[in-house]
């Protein structure tokens, strides 16, 4: 059965032209309406995210029309005022701080939006405060009475955390806290709303006291003064300057000289000193890990993920309205999307959008249940979730950032132009790969795991939901006798499962090696970091497909089912061709088998192409969020690019360069002509 659905936030846009090789699109096996709302968790939700969206684009004061053509100072002093005007507005509308409205404004404005790591430091204060520090500083923090970030990277330091070179020494005799960056290495560098707004930190340090250090915390700096706005004595700060994206986030430095704090402001819920330098642990020790979990889990629906859905919105639309050469000898030019070529570069990251968008959403309930366990004061599943976020956080960003950029080169020239969104898409995301832990140190963190599970299950030990297939080695073949088997689910996460448990074992049996040889562990590490960098990208290829499969099953509405399945199984089989040689290294799959898979790919490709702009459109982006001439809703994107192009500022200016430069070169040759 066919719908011609349109999601209904594109009210005002049913009634207007809509360029018909676009319109044609809209066709689709399957209620896209359906589909967003499961997209969103539930109807009500996707009403509630439409109603907040409809409030945020129809306000002049939230507008970011021009925004191309704002300087970094513009930008970022517009983010200030749509925070602050927002806080008002929030409270007028009644909306609850409740994650949803929060998650729903900032997709509306694609985060032109100050204080971001503010929540970072309400975060950090909530899990890992007492409750009198909570008591005394939320409040604070809530109402903007402070204004806070969260200072960990240094100038010399960033994922790797036991290196911060930042010190917090406790002082017996005054009962304060002497904060220190003792070189310039120890600058603290990075953390946004530093430069330029907050007045308070969390520091992350390194805390000393009876001369023994007992790594890193968090401590409560001030930075600047609530009257004035000035920084506080032996305290130096500003902003690091341009960067490649992130222009209306002020991003900065932060020198401390021996800054005395009070011993309270150390957060102490997990370890705290005593009055006497006595220092008490409760709880494991990487909750103080815990801030950069949530901000992980966090960044990649919020940011990373959003960036890939709207560049495949985009290149998608663009590349059913553009026209390019003759498919058909004597035919007017085709769509660049009935190339094969085309099919192959955007559809897959369709279905990327989609595995991890159910990959996402199941993180962040994982990480939910986590953190009402350490409330409880259970640290057991901690390691596993720390082990899922970065694992996790790594593949996504790779694989999300890499695809944006394939969006922009799909589009041809005009993909270049920041008026496509996407440079702009590309330029922010890709700085995912390294803040918040560098993907290469994340993918070896999410690796130790891996092997101490492969060395539990060998003992008979039970693993964690995420690991179990470790304890069931399939050392068989794949059982796909033609290029229909490999649409079946079971068939090709075998497939993954076989790969991921063999560079697993592979790893670590050669670590166990090399450290049994009477290699230092350290350096049968360094010698096998290639080795487990892939183990835990194949885990988390594996995980991923398993996600999807797993949603596909609770999928009521049958169309909706079957678009997904393909999609899926487009997904799957993508990864088993990109990565050909893992599958067939040891035989699980021959060369026979690689070519069905092949065929089952290319056949896929033709099937998801008729609902292509379906697909895009479920997730349901208005014209406000992607602000893109080639991605328009209505299609007309040769008339966006001219109109834009108008609204150029330069275009009405008087060119100052004639009567410098040109104007003697010019004025020469007249007489010639």
């Known amino acids: 059965m066919a719908w011609s659905n349109v999601a209904s936030n594109y009210k005002k846009a049913i009634n207007r032209d809509i360029n018909p090789d676009l319109a044609s699109e809209r066709k689709s096996t399957f209620n896209i309406e359906t589909l967003t709302n499961i997209l969103d968790g539930g109807a009500e939700n996707t009403r509630l995210r439409r109603s907040v ?30 925070t602050f005007h927002l806080i008002t507005k929030i409270k007028q509308k009644g909306w609850i701080n409740d994650g949803l409205h929060d998650y729903y404004i900032y997709r509306a404005l694609g985060g032109e939006l100050a204080l971001n790591i503010h929540g970072v430091f309400l975060r950090s204060i909530q899990a890992l405060g007492t409750d009198e520090q909570v008591a005394k500083w939320i409040p604070l923090a809530n109402s903007y009475s402070i204004i806070g970030t969260y200072a960990q990277t240094e100038l010399g330091h960033g994922t790797y955390l036991r290196g911060l070179e930042t010190t917090a020494t406790f002082d017996v005799d005054t009962q304060e806290f002497i904060v220190n960056t003792p070189n310039i290495t120890a600058t603290k560098w990075w953390p946004g709303d530093l430069g330029k707004t907050c007045t308070h930190a969390v520091v992350l340090a390194q805390l000393y006291s009876k001369g023994k250090n007992y790594g890193m915390h968090p401590f409560i700096v001030q930075i600047r003064s609530l009257q004035d706005h000035s920084a506080l004595p032996g305290i130096t700060v500003g902003d690091i300057g341009p960067k490649m994206a992130f222009e209306n986030i002020d991003n900065g430095f932060l020198v401390l000289n021996n800054i005395r704090i009070p011993k309270e402001n150390m957060l102490s819920r997990f370890s705290e000193i005593l009055p006497d330098g006595t220092y008490v642990k409760r709880g494991s020790d990487k909750i103080n890990y815990f801030t950069m979990i949530a901000v992980r889990v966090t ?108 969006c922009r080169k799909a589009c041809g020239g005009h993909g270049y132009s920041l008026f496509s969104g996407i440079p702009t898409l590309y330029t922010k995301v890709v700085a995912s790969c390294t803040y918040e832990g560098e993907n290469t140190v994340l993918h070896l963190q999410a690796s130790r795991f891996l092997i101490k599970c492969f060395a539990a299950a060998q003992l008979g030990h039970k693993l964690s939901p995420t690991t179990a297939y470790l304890s069931s080695p399939d050392s068989g073949s794949c059982q796909a006798n033609s290029h229909v088997d490999f649409l079946n689910p079971d068939i090709y996460l075998k497939a993954y499962q076989h790969r991921a448990y063999r560079l697993i074992a592979s790893a670590a049996k050669k670590l166990h090696s090399l450290i049994q040889s009477g290699m230092e562990e350290y350096l049968a590490r360094n010698s096998t970091s290639v080795e487990l960098v892939n183990a835990s990208i194949t885990h988390c290829h594996y995980t991923v497909v398993k996600f999807f499969v797993e949603e596909l099953k609770s999928l009521g509405d049958p169309d909706i089912q079957k678009v997904l399945k393909s999609v899926c199984d487009l997904y799957a089989l993508h990864g088993i061709v990109t990565n050909a040689g893992d599958f067939l290294r040891d035989g699980y799959l ?35 969020q992607l602000l893109s001439a080639l991605g328009a ?23 100052s360069i004639f009567e410098n430069v040109l104007k003697p070169y010019l004025h020469r040759g007249q007489s010639k002509l």
Not at 366 to 394: C, D, M, R, T, W
Not at 593 to 613: C, G
């Open 53 to 82: 969206e409809e409030e945020i684009h129809s306000d002049p004061v939230l507008s970011r029309e021009n925004i191309y053509f704002k300087t970094r100072q513009e930008r970022y002093e517009g983010s200030v005022r749509n």
């Open 633 to 655: 809703y209505d299609g007309h994107v040769y008339q966006h690019l001219f109109e834009w192009a108008q609204k150029n500022p330069d275009n009405k200016k008087g060119n």
């Open 590 to 624: 021959s060369g026979k088998q690689m070519e069905m898979v092949t065929t089952a790919y290319l056949h896929l490709l033709s099937v998801i192409r008729k609902d292509a702009v379906p697909l895009v459109d479920a997730f349901d982006y208005r014209d406000e």
């Open 299 to 406: 960044m990649i629906r919020n940011e990373v993920l959003g960036a890939l859905i709207k560049a495949c919105v985009i290149a998608v639309r663009y590349s059913v309205v553009r026209r390019q050469s003759e498919l058909k000898p004597g035919e007017k030019e085709a769509k660049i999307l009935d190339y094969q070529t085309q099919q192959h570069k955007l559809l897959p990251l369709v279905a990327t959008s989609y595995a991890i968008y159910f990959t996402a959403t199941y993180v962040s309930k994982v990480y939910e249940q986590v953190y009402q366990e350490i409330k409880a004061n259970n640290f057991e599943s901690l390691p596993e979730l720390h082990a899922l976020a970065a694992g996790v956080k790594a593949f996504a960003t790779e694989i999300c950032s890499n695809g944006v950029e394939v």
